[in-house]
């Protein structure tokens, strides 16, 4: 084992000495991120708040307890998941009215996105107590940051749903979002999710496969969403580990849609003058009349 540099050390032990300067209030809820892979992306201050805390609630004592074993800390842990989220919010309530300090983590990157964490942020803020966030790991984010795709606008989608309608629903709702779209994805479904965007969205969108983040398999692969199907499925290792994939924001075209107003036209063509029709069009269709009028001209041209 190769021993740390004498200035990463030297850094560290600043770094920790400028961390005793900071405060960490009682009766505090501290949501804490932990790494998404490598335990070396923790934080000074993740590591700091867990050693300082009375207490950790977490989604899974045990994996909350091998991390913990490996950071060479040994707070109490209780759990605090899915499905207990309201009585763990009640519990941890009644701790931080006594002046003690909770951390709150989930199995891995940051708590309450796509884990468990939401109602017991939302039940401490409403007792009127302090929330802090601890920064760190998040997958999506950390995969957005190396996609080279667009960053002003993203929408977190996160796990699609399982079942087959659910997920083509929500997938027509997102057909035409200017934002990257953000999703999660377990091993087991990766090739049916891929298939099931390339049905729902324009194949000619770029993809980001962000694969194993921060582990010693990382891989990150971009692609057109026609081909990811294919390129999962060329070789076993691609379907493995955890994944986020990133689809380019949708390209829409800020010219309205004729199609509707060019029905409505040649039904009131029948009757009315171009002017006239186009006057009722605008009312029916709420589009610009003078778009309409040039619709109607060239329409009645093509007919005579
Ligand atoms: N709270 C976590 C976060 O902040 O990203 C997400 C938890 S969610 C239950 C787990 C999913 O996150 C995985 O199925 C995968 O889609 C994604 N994920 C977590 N770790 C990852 C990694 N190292 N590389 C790629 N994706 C990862």
Redesign the pocket.
Known sequence: MSTPSSSLLTSLVQLTSDLEQQRFPESALYVV?TP??NIADVSLRALKVLSLVDAIACEDTRNTGLLMSRLGLSTPLFSAHQHNERESAEKIIVRLRKGERIALV??????A???PGTRIVDAVIDAGLSVIPIAG????IA?LSASGLMTDEFYFVG?LPSKTSQRAQLLSRLTSTRATLIF???PHRILESAQALANALDGTRRVVV??????LFEQIHRCQLSELHDWLAQAPEHQK????LLVEAAVVSDEPDLSEAARVLTILLEGNSVSQAAALAARITGLKKNALYDLALKMQTNDE
């Open positions: 991120a998404i892979g989930s199995d891995a990157g940051t708590p996105i796509s884990d790991a998040c997958a999506g995969a796990f999660y994805e377990a962000a694969r194993e983040i921060s582990k580990g955890e994944f986020v």
